[in-house]
């Protein structure tokens, strides 16, 4: 059974940076992308990035330039560098898995298993 255990979610000011973690466990198949979205109160759930097993990523435009997805296959762990925070990044922040997610430009129709999301709040 696949497990997603995100971390380090909060409160950060804008322009300000946090780091999220994911960690996973259980696939049955290295074939398996990890990806971050995100969901904003009154709003539908958005993609913010994925990443393969190769380093390959995908980006969604929001975050471009400002968040970094990385992993670490030998932990099962994936990271999420938030920079510049803006206001309009305060979402709940939901770690996902999925075969080809990258390939699939990240979409969250292509999730097969869900982390319980983590809160990021900007605010000064």
């Known amino acids: 059974q696949v497990q997603l255990v995100e971390s380090g979610g909060g409160v950060v000011q804008p322009g300000g940076s946090l780091r999220l973690s994911c960690e996973a466990s259980g696939f049955a198949s290295d074939h398996v992308d990890i990806g971050w979205f995100r969901q904003a109160p009154g709003k539908e759930r958005e993609t913010v990035a994925c990443?393969?097993?190769?380093?390959?990523?995908f980006y969604g435009e929001a975050v471009k330039g400002r968040f970094t997805i990385s992993g670490d296959n030998a932990k099962d762990t994936v990271h999420l560098e938030m920079k510049s925070v803006k206001p309009e990044d305060t979402a709940v922040y939901y770690c996902a898995a999925g075969r080809k997610l990258v390939f699939w430009k990240c979409t969250a129709r292509a999730v097969a298993s869900w982390g319980q999301g983590t809160q990021v709040a900007v605010s000064s």
């Open positions: 990443i393969d097993r190769d380093g390959r990523t």
